[in-house]
């Protein structure tokens, strides 16, 4: 099945999980040379475009999220699952679960 990106924006997280668009990690130099991404990194940036309710704890309460729509946060390069999308690298956007989210950069915007 192949999911355009507006199918993926219309996508709702379950739980304590989050649609993440990845930032974009290339770099260029002075000179224009576009040089990749690197597969050396250890964390990446991306900014959260939907987030499930949260989790549930042992009474059956629903638990919060700590992170909302368009935060922009910093995950580990290997967490959650890919989803490809036509017309885009794939691994542009990514589901997370909340708990593999290192953090949220206050004040930045990715878009």
């Known amino acids: 099945m192949s999911l355009t990106e507006n199918d993926v924006r219309a996508l709702e997280p379950l739980g304590d999980r989050v ?3 990845k930032s974009d990690r290339s770099r260029q130099t002075a000179s224009g040379i576009v040089l990749p991404e690197t597969s050396n990194e250890d964390s990446i940036t991306g900014t959260v ?3 499930g309710p949260g989790s549930l704890n042992d009474k ?3 638990i919060s999220m700590q992170i909302s729509v368009g935060d922009v946060v910093l ?3 290997w967490a959650g699952t890919k989803i490809n999308v036509s017309g885009l690298k794939d691994g542009t956007y990514v589901i997370i679960k909340s ?3 290192s953090g949220i950069i206050k004040g930045k915007s990715n878009e």
């Open 19 to 21: 649609l993440v668009k």
């Open 49 to 51: 475009i939907s987030a």
């Open 60 to 62: 059956g309460e629903r």
């Open 75 to 77: 995950f580990g390069q």
């Open 99 to 101: 708990s593999d989210i």
